[in-house]
T-cell receptor, first 113, second 108 residues
């Protein structure tokens, strides 16, 4: 169990630029989640994949956000035309089938200047 | 909409003290309640509770769920400096995603 891996760890970008984050879940986990966490808050759900299918998206996920999981393994989260309000920690988590706990990666901290 | 409220928001204790953290929730079609510990990075899993009245225990940490009153507590006995963290409570429903809804956490 190598854990959930996220890349990059930190990203500083200028407002208006596009950014892409990557998540590699635990290998046997077919369910993958993206969350966003701002200072002093708990993680907020963004989107969910079961294998390669994106089955649920939060209304927090504006049309500037897109996520993919093309082969049912790693996932990417892209934010287009970044805004200062996008500054947050983006957490990826995965789990197996059934009623099982989420395992989180260390997150990508995004700062939009 | 699912909701989780944790109290207190923050807590300062001395080493050796016993602390109790509280979590109340509202969720459609309850499936599970989970506790996580978050230091500087990823939340790490502590407990998952699905049934009322059954205590889960791991070392100095323990937790119990009351599904009738819709709350859970996390107890930490003989606290140590390494227990300093944010403790997050989350609930999962039975929807498509079985996603977790988190509280804002208690900073210990």
């Amino acid at each position: 169990d190598t854990g959930v891996s996220q890349d990059p760890r930190h990203k500083i970008t200028k407002r208006g630029q596009n950014v892409t984050f990557r998540c590699d879940p635990i290998s046997e986990h077919n369910r993958l989640y993206w969350y966003r966490q701002t200072l002093g808050q708990g993680p907020e759900f963004l989107t969910y994949f079961q294998n390669e299918a994106q089955l649920e998206k939060s209304r927090l996920l504006s049309d500037r956000f897109s996520a993919e999981r093309p082969k049912g393994s790693f996932s990417t989260l892209e934010i287009q035309r970044t805004e200062q309000g996008d500054s947050a920690m983006y957490l990826c988590a995965s789990r197996v089938e059934g009623n099982s706990p989420l395992h989180f990666g260390n997150g990508t901290r995004l700062t939009v200047t | 909409e699912d909701k989780v409220v944790q109290s207190p928001l923050s807590l300062v204790v001395h080493e050796g003290d016993t602390v109790t953290l509280n979590c109340s929730y509202e969720v459609t079609n309850f499936r599970s309640l989970l506790w996580y510990k978050q230091e500087k990075k990823a939340p790490t899993f502590l407990f998952m509770l699905t049934s009322s009245g059954i205590e889960k225990k791991s070392g100095r940490l323990s937790s119990i769920l009351d599904k009738k009153e819709l709350f859970s507590i996390l107890n930490i006995t003989a606290t140590q400096t390494g227990d300093s963290a944010v403790y997050l409570c989350a609930v999962g429903g039975r929807g498509t995603a079985s996603k977790l809804t988190f509280g804002t956490g208690t900073r210990l």
